[in-house]
T-cell receptor, first 116, second 115 residues
Framework: ETGVTQTPRHLVMGMTNKKSLKCEQH?????MYWYKQSAKKPLELMFV???????ENNSVPSRFSPECPNSSHLFLHLHTLQPEDSALYLC???????????????FGPGTRLTVL | AQSVTQLDSQVPVFEEAPVELRCNYS??????LFWYVQYPNQGLQLLLK??????LVKGINGFEAEFNKSQTSFHLRKPSVHISDTAEYFC?????????????FGSGTRLSIRP
């Protein structure tokens, strides 16, 4: 595997289900991200992990719970979601540093989530 | 803080015609600028980036962009498009000495190519 992989690619769940999205990066990066991409809306940054610590949480509802067990893996645990949470969830990684800003993010293919 | 505006949400173009996708940014400090492309059912991938130096930046797939500081713009161009260029294009901005998480994405421009 190369780059950033995400599983599953598609997920349909009911509002009472609990599921998890998985992301793995094979690039040796030290930062990982979750984004939500909804139709006709800008990309929304949800969570940022740098060196396995959560450094950003952009007012995301508690029904979304991230987990970063090591610098290569990132999970998004989902429970009691709403239909408006249906979207493409993108994972990304980058090499972060204090003098950064010039390093691009590398994205996975996304998980298309549908909440019924 | 930085912001970025993509002026066109959709751009239809005939195959083999030239195209320009517009991007304007706002920042009180110097900036780094990026263009990403998202093909259907895929994640975003980097087309090109401007960090410093020459204002004309060449990227993958025949795309190029020009940094214009006085007009605060970073428009993306291709002299002749192909059906395979059908995708959504995102302009993004970040600042020196900021975390990579501080990159700000535009709302995207959907490029549709007509045969």
């Amino acid at each position: 595997e190369t780059g950033v992989t995400q599983t599953p690619r598609h997920l349909v769940m009911g509002m009472t289900n609990k599921k998890s999205l998985k992301c793995e990066q094979h690039l040796g990066h030290n930062a990982m991200y979750w984004y939500k991409q909804s139709a006709k809306k800008p990309l929304e940054l949800m969570f940022v992990y740098s060196l396995e610590e959560r450094v950003e949480n952009n007012s995301v509802p508690s029904r979304f719970s991230p987990e970063c067990p090591n610098s290569s893996h990132l999970f998004l645990h989902l429970h009691t979601l709403q239909p408006e949470d249906s979207a493409l969830y993108l994972c990304a990684s980058s090499q972060d540093s204090l003098a950064g800003g010039y390093n691009e993010q590398f994205f996975g293919p996304g998980t298309r989530l549908t909440v019924l | 803080a930085q912001s970025v505006t993509q002026l066109d949400s959709q751009v239809p173009v005939f195959e083999e015609a030239p195209v320009e996708l517009r991007c304007n940014y706002s920042s009180s400090v110097s900036v780094y600028l990026f263009w990403y492309v998202q093909y259907p059912n895929q994640g975003l991938q980097l087309l090109l980036k401007y960090l410093s130096g020459s204002t004309l930046v060449k990227g993958i797939n025949g795309f190029e962009a020009e940094f214009n500081k006085s007009q605060t713009s970073f428009h993306l161009r291709k002299p002749s498009v192909h059906i395979s260029d059908t995708a959504e294009y995102f302009c993004a901005v970040s600042a020196p000495y900021s975390s990579a998480s501080k990159i700000i994405f535009g709302s995207g421009t959907r490029l549709s190519i007509r045969p």
